[in-house]
């Protein structure tokens, strides 16, 4: 800290007046003296800056692995009182009908299963595959959500903090050129950030990891990944694009009998799961939707027909845009002799009340006939029997139960074994 100095001028017969007791010889040695000491200072502040940042980046990998080598690590900023190192991740989702930022808070000690401390989450539509034909269109949205992130995460933590997308059935609908071509703005984006970038920070997920994901978040928010042997729950997880089903079998039959491809093996918080894991591409909402009103994915309607199904009330006419194309809809009045569908429990009651009262008692969504028909025959299809009791949540304990939780657990697993093998 600077002295607020004072500045006299003097005449030269003023300065042969002062006496020579040792003052300004002392003044000679303290200047330079002061500079070295805040030079000092100044140093001494970068170093600390630097190897703040620097403990920040490996208390996310040595949380992890330290247990697995069998070191003490030191106390790093983010260490809580009871030894526990809080680390952040930031995961894109980029859906078919939305881009969604999930900034998780963590606390992970050594040996023991991580403990969500805290979740931001913001979305914005559309979807990413919406600017397929303008990647440059994509860059406000994806910058607009790092942003947030940049609220959310203490400036410290920025360089430690990996930054990962993955893309699900939206992009993996898309011609591979377009799709790539969006990713890649993406990843340049993300390269100008101040986040941990790796060269697999941006990808299309396939809907077998998109499962798996899921049920890592659903079992992990419901506290049946934190002992061995504990009851595990299902997912099931039905997008705009496709729909997975996941869940750990327990008969040895299911095992025995399921075909190739289904099972995976799953190794997460030093355990081993052997999921049954599987996405039907084009089965999602909006995918079945464009099915049943007679559209074809990725193709607009011809010369701007309309697409006229007995699903919707018979009085509607609109429109709907679905993977960047907007389709004109109309109502048809439903033959009584050919009607009748495969229904599931109190979807069927649903699915009978919405569709029966659809003229009489329009709906603000002209599509809840057409949906709740659809989930009553995809559940019938996946063999659930009409008393079987589902659990509809979108979140627990306030946290999104989507797929991005689990693979944000899985990208830190990564580089946990990248620096083990490093080492």
């Not at 397929?132 to 607009?144: F, H, L, M, N, R």
């Not at 997912?235 to 089903?245: A, C, H, K, P, V």
């Not at 845009?321 to 004109?328: D, F, G, L, Q, V």
């Not at 649903?350 to 599509?367: G, H, I, L, M």
């Amino acid at each position: 800290m600077k002295r607020k100095q004072q500045h006299t001028v003097l005449t030269d017969k003023e300065m042969r007046k002062i006496p020579n007791n040792g003052n300004l010889k002392m003044m000679k040695v303290a200047y330079p003296l002061g500079l070295f000491v805040c030079l000092f200072i100044y140093i001494a502040y970068i170093k600390w800056h630097w190897v703040f940042a620097t403990q920040a980046f490996f208390s996310i990998t040595e949380a992890a692995s330290g247990a697995h080598r069998g070191h003490q690590t030191r106390d790093a900023p983010g260490t809580t009182a009871r030894g526990h190192r809080v680390f952040y991740g930031i995961m894109f989702d980029a859906g078919s009908t939305g881009t969604r930022v999930h900034i998780f808070q963590l606390t992970w000690q050594p040996g023991e299963t991580p403990t969500l401390t805290h979740e931001t989450f913001k979305a914005l539509q559309p979807g990413l595959s919406a600017y397929a034909d303008d990647v440059e269109k994509s860059t406000p949205g994806i910058q607009e959500l790092l942003d947030v992130a940049k609220q959310e995460i203490p400036f410290d933590f920025w360089k430690a903090t990996p930054l990962v997308l993955k893309a699900t059935a939206g992009l993996r609908l898309l011609p591979g050129e377009k799709a790539q071509n969006l990713l890649q703005k993406v990843k340049e984006v993300f390269k100008a950030s101040p986040f941990l970038v790796g060269d697999d920070c941006v990808s299309i997920m396939n809907g077998t990891d998109e499962g798996i994901s899921a049920w890592i978040t659903v079992n992990f928010l419901t506290g049946s990944l934190k002992s061995p042997g504990s009851s595990s729950v299902g997912m099931l997880d039905l997008g705009g694009g496709s729909t997975q089903i996941t869940f750990l079998p327990r008969v040895e039959d299911t095992l025995r009998t399921s075909p190739p491809g289904y099972l995976t093996s799953l190794q997460i918080f030093n355990r081993t799961y052997k999921l049954y894991s599987y996405s039907y591409l084009g089965l999602g909402l909006m995918s079945a939707r464009l099915a049943i009103l007679g559209g074809t994915e990725g193709q607009p309607a011809e010369a701007g027909k309309e697409l006229v199904s007995p699903c919707l009330a018979p009085s509607f006419k609109g429109e709907w845009e679905h993977a960047e194309i907007t389709y004109r809809l109309s109502g048809q009045k439903a033959d009584a002799e050919k009607g009748g569908s495969l229904v599931v429990g109190d979807f069927e009651i649903a699915a009978k009340y919405v569709c029966r009262t659809a003229e009489t008692r329009p709906q603000s969504n002209p599509f809840l006939c057409m949906d709740l028909t659809y989930i009553s025959l995809l559940l019938r299809e996946f063999g659930f029997p009409g008393n079987k009791v589902l659990k509809l949540t979108r979140k627990i304990n306030n946290v999104e139960t989507s797929w991005a939780l689990g693979a944000i657990f899985h990208y830190i697993d990564s580089l946990n074994g990248q620096k083990s093998r490093a080492s």
